[in-house]
């Protein structure tokens, strides 16, 4: 099974293990009345134009679904493989997923909300394309969100703001540098970082 593969059906493995966990029977009271119409105010994952080639956008997704779960552990497990090393902090590479799970639970414990940052950033439209190394020293390209290093254009720090709050966007520029959280994955669909700072 390739990695991808991997990234793509083990969110829906652990969804499909807490609906048997909670029975096939609807709660009558929670369905909606028959006569209901529903609005949707945000895009649908699959919807958004994040620009990725395939392998990149298959492993968006499966990121997103495990952050849409809160599951420190699925997220640790798709960013830290047999395959290579995760920076998860400027300066540190975590080489287990449990080392990366003790280092976001840190975070969270500080207030960052690790999981709910990665559904906002994930959610951003137009990523931008940088260049890094793979583990052989390869050049690789490497899709980022969000899409700026520097201070955004007024479109983007809306974007931002929406996603993050105004606070936040606020409190992670810096001498006109994006200092906040970013996210990168590989052409191939490795996922390679999740840090904030400079």
Same mark, same amino acid.
Request: aromatic content about 8%; overall charge negative; charged content about 25%.
């Given at each position: =099974?390739?990695?991808?593969?991997?990234?793509?059906?083990?969110?829906?493995?652990?969804?499909?293990?807490?609906?048997?966990?909670?029975?096939?029977?609807?709660?009558?009271?929670?369905?909606?009345?028959?006569?209901?119409?529903?609005?949707?105010?945000?895009?649908?994952? @699959?919807?958004?134009?994040?620009?990725?080639?395939?392998?990149?956008?298959?492993t968006a997704?499966?990121?997103?679904?495990?952050?849409?779960?809160?599951?420190?552990?699925?997220?640790?497990?798709?960013?830290?493989?047999?395959?290579?090393? *995760?920076?998860?902090?400027?300066?540190e590479s975590?080489?287990?997923?449990?080392?990366?799970?003790? *280092?976001?639970? $840190?975070?969270?414990?500080?207030?960052?909300?690790?999981?709910?940052?990665?559904?906002?950033?994930?959610?951003?439209?137009?990523?931008?394309?940088?260049?890094? $190394?793979?583990?052989?020293?390869?050049?690789?390209?490497?899709?980022? $969100?969000?899409? *700026? =290093? @520097?201070?955004? $254009?007024?479109?983007?720090?809306?974007?931002?703001?929406?996603?993050?709050?105004?606070?936040?966007?606020?409190?992670?520029?810096?001498?006109?540098?994006?200092?906040?959280?970013?996210?990168?994955?590989?052409?191939?669909?490795?996922?390679? *970082?999740?840090?904030?700072?400079?």
């Amino acid at each position: =099974m390739t990695r991808t593969l991997r990234r793509l059906l083990a969110p829906l493995a652990a969804l499909a293990l807490v609906a048997a966990a909670c029975g096939g029977d609807q709660d009558p009271t929670l369905a909606p009345p028959a006569d209901a119409t529903t609005t949707t105010l945000v895009e649908a994952p @699959h919807e958004i134009e994040r620009g990725l080639p395939e392998a990149a956008d298959d492993t968006a997704l499966a990121i997103r679904e495990w952050a849409e779960l809160g599951d420190l552990d699925g997220l640790a497990r798709l960013a830290v493989d047999d395959e290579g090393r *995760f920076t998860g902090s400027f300066g540190e590479s975590f080489s287990t997923p449990e080392e990366l799970v003790a *280092f976001w639970r $840190t975070q969270d414990d500080e207030g960052e909300d690790v999981a709910g940052t990665i559904v906002a950033l994930i959610d951003l439209p137009d990523w931008y394309e940088t260049t890094g $190394t793979d583990e052989a020293g390869n050049e690789i390209a490497i899709y980022v $969100t969000p899409r *700026f =290093m @520097h201070e955004p $254009t007024d479109e983007n720090r809306a974007l931002l703001e929406q996603a993050l709050g105004p606070e936040r966007v606020e409190a992670s520029i810096v001498d006109g540098q994006w200092l906040g959280w970013r996210l990168g994955i590989a052409e191939d669909g490795n996922w390679q *970082f999740f840090v904030a700072g400079d």
